[in-house]
Every structure is written in structure tokens, then in C-alpha cells.
């Protein structure tokens, strides 16, 4: 099963290799041909290389994208327009409540360190960028939410840059820095954002009521406030609307970026067929080609030096942050060079039997002044979550392309500025670890930075425990050396009702000198694994009880040498010491749920919030006693005994405080012994 999945998620990577190169002289002679014949000023037969989409000056005569408007009515916008005013208000509103909230962002599971709207859902990464000393991250939050950084961890949230209107909904998109003003918006000359969106909406003479894809424009002088292109947009009308294309209902996903060798902006297009347009300006696209063995969601691409070297280089084409592809680009067309491999060997949103979920809709940020090319990925959380829908985002991360024994490979490792939340720091040299021995006993933590280098002995396996509770619960990030690989196991970490939590990743990975290294971030809610310097990467989403926060480091099977080992407590990014410290409560965590056999016990855990009050007592109470009793408490544990079939209630309380957290009950008669 495991070598299977790592096969099935790089199928595309060698099909579209062969395919590709096979048809590579064919197609550029074919697609030459295509675009000599075809007429710069045909505003129509926009599916013809080299026509173009729409004319700033001329617009009204673009007949694909007016036809498109035509459709949408002046008393629909002013609908919409109030609908957004009441909207961004209320948002307003409930964001300065949470902020004065001293209980805000301690929520069970809440990342502290990686990136997450104070409320509500989110998903897919857009708009990314630098701009005026500034990080600029938008997302899907409601059309496109704001935040803006100093360092890539610390987020300012901002109202939504952009709401859906007439038009449709605002679905994933990027953003670049307009320096020269080409596309006109900046009255002053001074540099201004474009940000590129996908509408998707229907028209209200559509007979069969599909959302379809257009893409549009919006501008901002300062990454806070955006101005949509309403005169012009859509930029590239509905595929319906242009000659040449099928009407495809998935065509979305903007990436914009600049091609220095032809001097033009380049625009990736998927949600389908990889198309790819240019322009000059920003607002007239031509179609340059499409590639039909080419098919993804949120496509990124952008070239990367081999080994640090400028003059020899690679284009990277990523599907969503899932699978990635080297080729060439010469700005009109992708052509693979058949390598390729995956982002993250943790859950896939590509297969069923992950559940759908794992890293996805990844993007990298454009205009990075200092070229160092940054992704994030959103944390795509399973289907049914316990009802909290959304996810976080990923550590940023800085790529690279090495060469490694089997050929370019892409490395990823987390960006640098993640060093200015250490805290707490232990660190051991040259120890030898055996069976039995845990140099690690005395850490804990919900939020850590693990790094280990290790030298191979004879152990069978080793690595490490962390959010590790007392009913044998941990999640597992290991080297097992007789297989040779990597292993991420969540199975026993915490909440494991979730059917795709029932799997373990692994990946091949051979010792580089008989040394392999670990980097292992935790963070309440998730595990992020690096090893081998960035070449393979696992993450995983995990749900712990609230006082599981302990480590262990182990071998098994014999002994395996220590070479380095740092490890670091990171501090919340959302709460700063003082606040942290405080020693008033401000939120009981729990369970919602939990399961104890007849005849067994099991440790069930609650902690206060935020971290200067977790030794404030806490006591407990059970609605029938006579279904499940308490054995004992120590500390922010209680052991519970299962005496009859049946449900009921444990009750958590914080003494003198209205703080209080119910944990429904189910005691069954089927159930492994417990564990210590």
C-alpha cells in the first residue's frame, strides 16, 4: 500500500513525460505556425494563439468579454455593493470583539505558530506577495482575506480584500508588483499591486446553472485596500466566449509572473488544461498555448538555479503543491523534462483514501527582494473535522533544487525567520542512544522545534515521540533502518476516529554518509517532518489530548549514535509572554467525546489556558457513576474505570471561575486493555 500511493501521485509526472517529449517538435512547429497565422487585432478568435483578449483603449469592442457583461444587470450590483458594505461591517465587528477577547486564539487545537483566520473557514493561499516592506498573504476566507507580516509568522488580519459581486464568487488567485505602472491604474508612477482572480459564477440567462470561470483584475496602492477593474474585467472572458476553446466549466486559478527573456508578463491557467497567456500590460492577455496532457489546480511556476548556480536552471511547473515537474519555459509553453516527484509524502489530497486532505493549493510569493522563492501550503483539513471546517496554513517554506544521486531534486526547507521564535533551548552532543533510555524525559511542549542529526549503528529504528499522553497515545516520526525509510505515524495520536488517521507514510531514504537528519516541527494541531535537509517531507494533522505534551526520544532493536540534537519551546505568535503569562484563566480545554471499554481504564486530560495559568487546579465531576467512575486524578489527568454499558457526562471545572467544559461519555464492552 505505501509504495502504491507514492506510484499513483507520480503516474502523472512519468505519463506527461513521455507524452510530451514525444509530441515537443511537432507541437512547437505546429504552434509557430498557429501564431504567425493568426491576427493581432482579431478581438474575436481569442482562442488562437496570439489573440488578444481584451484592449484597454478599445474595450468596448473586446465582443467576448462585453458579451460577457452584458449579461449582468446595474440593479445586481447595487445589490451586491450593499450586501458587501453590511458584510465587511459585520466582519469588522466580530474581529475588534475577538481582539479584546483575553480567551482569544486558546482554543483546543488552535496552531500557535502557523498561520489561521481568528475565525471562521479558510482554504487556498492567493494573492501572495511582497510589497512595501511588507508580506502580503491573501486566502480564501470569505472571497479573498487579508493579512499582512513582518517576518512571515506575526499577522496583522486585515478587512477582505475583495467580496463576491454580480459576477460571481472571488476564487484563488496571485498578485505582483506593477513597478513600472504599465497597466495605468497608478496616477502617480509609483508602484501599485495587480492582483488576478478567478470570477466563478453563473449568469442569470444560463439554462444550466454552472459556475464558470473568468478571469479578472483588482489594484491597490497599499496591499490593504483593493479597487476591482470593474470597467474591464472580466480580462479573459468564460472560455464559452472566446473561439477556439470548448466551453470547459474549470478554468481558474490565476498565476501571474514576469518571463524576463521575452520581456512580457506571463498568466498560468488551470482547474483543468494547463493555458498560458501574456501580455505587456497587465490587462491585455494573449493565448499563447495549452497543453492537454497538462492537467492541475492552482499551478505555480518559476524557475530555480541548480545547486545555487544562475546559469544553469530549471522551471518548476507544482500542481497544487502535491506533485511537482522540471521543464523549460520559454514563455509561451511548459515543456517537461520528464522529472518530477512529490511535494509531501504525508496524507494526499489527490487519493480518496487519505480522505482528501494533506497539503494543498500551494503558492509562492512574487517580488521577494532578496530571490529566495517562498511557498506555503494550505493545511487541508479531513472531510467531517468535528465539525471545525478550514485548516491553517503550512511553515513557509524556502525551495531549492539540488542534485542529488538520482538527478534534480526539489529540497524544501522551513524560511529563517522561524529562528526569532525560539525559546527554551536544550541541546546534547555525542550521545549514544540505547534501547530503554529517553534523553528527552523532562520536555514538553505543544509547540516545538526538534532538529537531530544521527549516525547509524545497529538500531532497527529510531527517532521520536512527541504529544505523547498517558493511554499510549504519541505520534511517530521515525527511521527505520532494516527498510529503509522514513515513517510518519499518527495512528495513536490523540482523536483517531477519522478513518484516513488509520495510516502510516513512509518514503525511501537512503543515509547520506551513514548520517540522517531530522527536523521536526509540532505545533497543538499538526507535525511537520523534515529530514535529509529538506529532500523529503512529511506532514501530518493530529488531534491530542490537551495535556499529551510529552517526548520521548528511542531506539529499538540497538543502539544509534547521536551526533547533535536542538530542541526548541516556540513561543505563539498570537499571544505575546506577558499575555501568556498571565495567570488568570481564560479556557478549560477538552475532549467533546470519549471512549472508555467495560472493565478498563483510560486517562482523559483537561487544560487550562493560557499558559501562566495551567496550574490552576481544575475539578471533575461524572453525571452516573455507576456507567464510568473516577479512579484517580493526578495533576491535568483523570484515570477513568468503564463499569457498565452506556453513555454519560464528565464535567471539568475551574473552581471560583464560570470556566467549565462537558466530555460526553460512552462506555461499550468491546475495547482493548488499557494502557500505560
Avoid at 459581486?165 to 509609483?190: A, H, K, L, T, Y
Avoid at 506532514?539 to 547533535?564: H, N, Y
Wanted: hydrophobic share 35%; glycine share 8%; net charge negative.
Amino acid at each position: 500500500m505505501r509504495k502504491r500511493t507514492i506510484v499513483l501521485n507520480l503516474i502523472p509526472v512519468v505519463l506527461l513525460a513521455a507524452r510530451v517529449t514525444a509530441a515537443a517538435e511537432d507541437a512547437e512547429v505546429q504552434e509557430q505556425e498557429r501564431v504567425d497565422a493568426a491576427r493581432p487585432d482579431d478581438k474575436r478568435q481569442l482562442g488562437k494563439p496570439g489573440s488578444v483578449a481584451t484592449s484597454s483603449d478599445e474595450f468596448e469592442g473586446s465582443a467576448a468579454a462585453a458579451e460577457q457583461r452584458s449579461h449582468y444587470r446595474a440593479a445586481d450590483r447595487e445589490r451586491w455593493r450593499k450586501d458587501e458594505e453590511v458584510k465587511r461591517a459585520e466582519y469588522q465587528e466580530r474581529i475588534g470583539r475577538n481582539a479584546a477577547n483575553p480567551a482569544r486564539c486558546t482554543e483546543l487545537w488552535r496552531p500557535q505558530y502557523h498561520f489561521t483566520p481568528i475565525e471562521e473557514w479558510m482554504n487556498d493561499p492567493n494573492g501572495l506577495v511582497f510589497f512595501n516592506g511588507k508580506w502580503i498573504m491573501c486566502l480564501q476566507h470569505g472571497g479573498w482575506g487579508l493579512a499582512t507580516s513582518d517576518d512571515l509568522f506575526h499577522w496583522q488580519h486585515h478587512d477582505r480584500a475583495l467580496m463576491a459581486d454580480e459576477m460571481g464568487s472571488i476564487w484563488s488567485g496571485s498578485s505582483v508588483v506593477d513597478r513600472q505602472n504599465v497597466s495605468g491604474f497608478f496616477e502617480d508612477g509609483s508602484p501599485g499591486i495587480v492582483a488576478f482572480f478567478t470570477y466563478k459564477g453563473a449568469s442569470p440567462e444560463d439554462q444550466d446553472g454552472q459556475r464558470r470561470g473568468s478571469q479578472a483584475i483588482a489594484y491597490s496602492t497599499d496591499g490593504i485596500h483593493y479597487t476591482k477593474y470593474d470597467e474591464g474585467n472580466p480580462v479573459i472572458p468564460q472560455l464559452r466566449y472566446l473561439e477556439g476553446h470548448p466551453d470547459e466549466i474549470d478554468f481558474r486559478d490565476p498565476k501571474v509572473f514576469w518571463h524576463e527573456p521575452t520581456q512580457r508578463w506571463v498568466m498560468a491557467v488551470a482547474g483543468g488544461k494547463l493555458r498560458i497567456w501574456s501580455s505587456e500590460n497587465l490587462k491585455d492577455w494573449r493565448f499563447e498555448s495549452v497543453d492537454e496532457n497538462i492537467q492541475t489546480e492552482c499551478p505555480d511556476l518559476f524557475e530555480l538555479p541548480v545547486d545555487g548556480n544562475p546559469a544553469d536552471t530549471r522551471w518548476v511547473l507544482s500542481h497544487a503543491g502535491v506533485i511537482y515537474q522540471l521543464g523549460d519555459f520559454d514563455g509561451r509553453r511548459f515543456t517537461l523534462l520528464g522529472i518530477g516527484g512529490q511535494f509531501d509524502f504525508g496524507p494526499s489530497c489527490y487519493l480518496p483514501r487519505d480522505g482528501h486532505h494533506g497539503v494543498y493549493a500551494s503558492q509562492t510569493w512574487s517580488d521577494v527582494p532578496d530571490g529566495r522563492r517562498i511557498m506555503i501550503n494550505w493545511l487541508r483539513p479531513p472531510e467531517g473535522w468535528l465539525g471545525r471546517p478550514g485548516g491553517g496554513m503550512s511553515l513557509p517554506l524556502e525551495l531549492s533544487l539540488r542534485t542529488a544521486p538520482e538527478g534534480i531534486r526539489l529540497f524544501q526547507q522551513p524560511v529563517k525567520e522561524i529562528e526569532n521564535l525560539r525559546g527554551q533551548h536544550r541541546s546534547f552532543e555525542e550521545v549514544e542512544i540505547v534501547p530503554g533510555q529517553n534523553l528527552l524525559d523532562g520536555l514538553r511542549g505543544k509547540q516545538l522545534e526538534i532538529a537531530a542529526e544521527f549516525e547509524l549503528r545497529d538500531a532497527k529504528r529510531f527517532g521520536f515521540k512527541v504529544l505523547k499522553g498517558r493511554n499510549g497515545d504519541h505520534a511517530l516520526v521515525a527511521y527505520d533502518a532494516d527498510a529503509r525509510e522514513l515513517v510518519l505515524d499518527r495512528t495513536r495520536c490523540g482523536w483517531t476516529r477519522i478513518p484516513s488517521f488509520s495510516r502510516i507514510y513512509r518514503v525511501k531514504a537512503e543515509p547520506v554518509e551513514n548520517r540522517i537528519t531530522m527536523r521536526i516541527f509540532v505545533d497543538s494541531a499538526s507535525v511537520e517532518f523534515f529530514a535529509n535537509d529538506g529532500r523529503e517531507k512529511f506532514t501530518v494533522l493530529v488531534l491530542p489530548q490537551p495535556a499529551s505534551d510529552r517526548v520521548e526520544l528511542f531506539s529499538e532493536g540497538g543502539s544509534v549514535r547521536l551526533i547533535r540534537l536542538d530542541a526548541y519551546e516556540l513561543h505563539s505568535v498570537w499571544r505575546t509572554e506577558e499575555e501568556d503569562g498571565r495567570t488568570e484563566p481564560a479556557t478549560l480545554q477538552l475532549w467533546e467525546s470519549f471512549d472508555v471499554p467495560v472493565g478498563a481504564t483510560r486517562w482523559l486530560s483537561a487544560r487550562v489556558a493560557p499558559a501562566g495559568a495551567r496550574n490552576t487546579p481544575v475539578s471533575w465531576g461524572i453525571e452516573d457513576e455507576s456507567i464510568v467512575s473516577i479512579e484517580k486524578q493526578e495533576g491535568e489527568w483523570v484515570q477513568l474505570l468503564g463499569r457498565k454499558a452506556g453513555e454519560t457526562a464528565i464535567t471539568a471545572r475551574v473552581p471560583g471561575t464560570a470556566l467549565a467544559s462537558v466530555c460526553k461519555l460512552s462506555c461499550f464492552t468491546e475495547g482493548p486493555k488499557s494502557e500505560e
